[in-house]
């Protein structure tokens, strides 16, 4: 398995809601990220994950709460967000933060489509 | 702080040509990596090729190549003999291998849209 994989890849939700975005990567990677892309834009860092442990978080607003239950999953839970947050995230995972760029790079999900209303 | 510029937003290639697609970037470190991800139509981030910095060859895979100026902080892509699937978006990107806060940050360049004309 060579994969990460997201779900769902669509979502829509109102502005008092609660959802959760899933990634999840069986290729023993031990570094996970989540990144941020607005339409027609490059992909932003939220925050990186290293063997289960927050290592990164890149001033993300607080209606953003990453979880990482093992090495193979790793969650986005979204409470109370702005029309502005609706943007694709998408996930990656690489072996781990210092190897991985040397030898594989990281590896992306096809990412989640989310749309505020 | 680290910065990398894509300066062809768009670039088109007639199917079977060669193209090159421009990024520069700035950084004070001596050690790092580059990419190329492309990112089609499908939204996956896809790995397209590698450099390390301290490597002066120029990597490639198959029918992409990289032109790697380390002095001149320019990291081009050349694609030969296009095809029709090579059309998506393209981006260049820098990773630290510093240690403190930026390690594992890949930072992008604002993306070359390719097109491939049949």
């Known amino acids: 398995d060579t994969e990460v994989t997201q779900t769902p890849k669509h979502l829509v939700m109102g502005m008092t809601n609660k959802k959760s975005l899933k990634c999840e990567q069986h290729m023993g990677h031990r570094a996970m990220y989540w990144y941020k892309q607005k339409a027609k834009k490059p992909p932003e860092l939220m925050f990186v994950y290293s063997y289960e442990k927050l290592s990164i978080n890149e001033s993300v607003p607080s209606r953003f709460s990453p979880e990482c239950p093992n090495s193979s999953l790793l969650n986005l839970h979204l409470h109370a967000l702005q029309p502005e947050d609706s943007a694709l995230y998408l996930c990656?995972?690489?072996?781990?933060?210092?190897?991985?760029?040397?030898?594989?790079?990281?590896?992306f999900g096809s990412g989640t489509r989310l749309t505020v209303v | 702080a680290q910065t990398v510029t894509q300066s062809q937003p768009e670039m088109s290639v007639q199917e079977a040509e060669t193209v090159t697609l421009s990024c520069t970037y700035d950084t004070s470190e001596s050690d790092y990596y580059l990419f190329w991800y492309k990112q089609p139509p499908s939204r996956q981030m896809i790995l397209v090729i590698r450099q390390e910095a301290y490597k002066q060859q120029n990597a490639t895979e198959n029918r992409f190549s990289v032109n790697f100026q380390k002095a001149a902080k320019s990291f081009s892509l050349k694609i030969s003999d296009s095809q029709l699937g090579d059309a998506a978006m393209y981006f260049c990107a820098y990773s630290p291998l510093s240690g403190g806060g930026s390690q594992g940050n890949l930072i992008f360049g604002k993306g070359t849209k390719l097109s491939v004309k049949p």
């Open positions: 990656a995972s690489s072996q781990d933060v210092r190897q991985a760029i040397a030898n594989y790079g990281y590896t």
